[in-house]
């Protein structure tokens, strides 16, 4: 991969709370902003806004899959400010809104303890 779309990549990963703008990334990587979207897709097939979002959705899974941390807390804490815009992409990419994925872990995890745990079945 090339060396300024790995840095871009860095830089995207380290500062997911951040709002990135195109020309600083683009002066990270000591080329124009047009430069940078142009060789970025044709390393990754995305630009890197489009990366930044994936890479967000992403990491919001994660967060719902393993803290209790509230919807709202994850979007601030990777970086996503407009609720309607989060919850339209991530029911994009999961098929579902992220409360709801947040539900059927805590049931998937509640039926797997209980099926690990025979003696606390109910009538048991």
Same mark, same amino acid.
């Given at each position: 991969m090339d060396g300024?779309?790995?840095?871009?990549?860095?830089?995207?990963?380290?500062?997911?709370?951040? =709002?990135?703008?195109?020309?600083?990334? =683009?002066?990270?990587a000591?080329?124009?902003? @047009?430069?940078?979207?142009?060789?970025?897709?044709?390393?990754?097939g995305l630009t890197p806004a489009q990366y930044l979002k994936r890479l967000r959705?992403?990491?919001a899974k994660e967060y719902l899959e393993t803290t209790f941390l509230s919807v709202k807390e994850i979007r601030r804490e990777i970086g996503a400010t407009d609720e309607s815009h989060?919850?339209?992409?991530?029911?994009?990419?999961?098929?579902m809104p992220p409360?709801?994925?947040r539900t059927k872990v805590t049931a998937e995890e @509640?039926? =797997?303890?209980? =099926? @690990?745990?025979?003696?606390?079945?109910?009538?048991?």
């Open positions: 300024r779309v790995q840095a871009t990549i860095e830089l995207i990963e380290n500062n997911l709370k951040r =709002a990135l703008l195109i020309d600083k990334l =683009a002066r990270t000591h080329l124009s902003a @047009s430069r940078l979207r142009r060789v970025f897709k044709s390393e990754t959705i992403r990491k989060f919850i339209r992409d991530f029911k994009k990419v999961y098929g409360t709801q994925l @509640s039926g =797997a303890a209980g =099926a @690990s745990n025979p003696g606390s079945q109910i009538g048991q």
